[in-house]
């Protein structure tokens, strides 16, 4: 498989759920994870990095190598993209959805302890 299908197969289903978003996302040039699937460029090691933060996954996946798809922990850019549809929002407003997150999973834990008493 070649990169840039490794890399459609690794989109997320909500948030960047393209290529050309992908790109805007992870701060590339439009067109260039394109290129990189034409065989017109290789990508560097910095945007493939770029690439692989984002999605979660190793670099070594996107080129093929591992083939386990060994998802790396969200990184704030993915996680305020999921949230917010966009990495554009402050440091503030993203730490307190995810205490409001954090929250409510606490509240869905005790509702589960509280239906097996």
């Known amino acids: 498989m ?10 997320p289903s909500g948030g960047a759920n393209n290529i050309a978003e992908l790109e805007r996302a992870a701060g590339l040039a439009n067109g260039t994870i394109g290129k990189w699937g034409k065989g017109i460029c290789n990508p560097t090691a910095q945007n493939l990095k770029k690439v692989a933060d ?7 996946y996107l ?8 998802v ?3 990184t704030k850019p993915q996680l ?3 949230l917010f ?4 929002v402050d440091d503030e407003t993203y730490d307190e959805a995810v205490r409001i997150a954090q929250a409510a999973a606490q509240i869905r834990e005790q ?3 509280d239906k097996r008493k």
């Open 2 to 11: 070649h990169i840039k299908q490794i890399i459609e197969n690794s989109l």
């Open 54 to 60: 984002f999605l979660g996954v190793t670099t070594d």
């Open 63 to 70: 080129l093929g190598k591992d083939t386990t798809g060994t």
């Open 72 to 74: 790396a922990p969200a």
């Open 80 to 82: 305020k993209l999921a």
């Open 85 to 88: 549809g966009t990495t554009d």
């Open 111 to 113: 509702k589960k302890r």
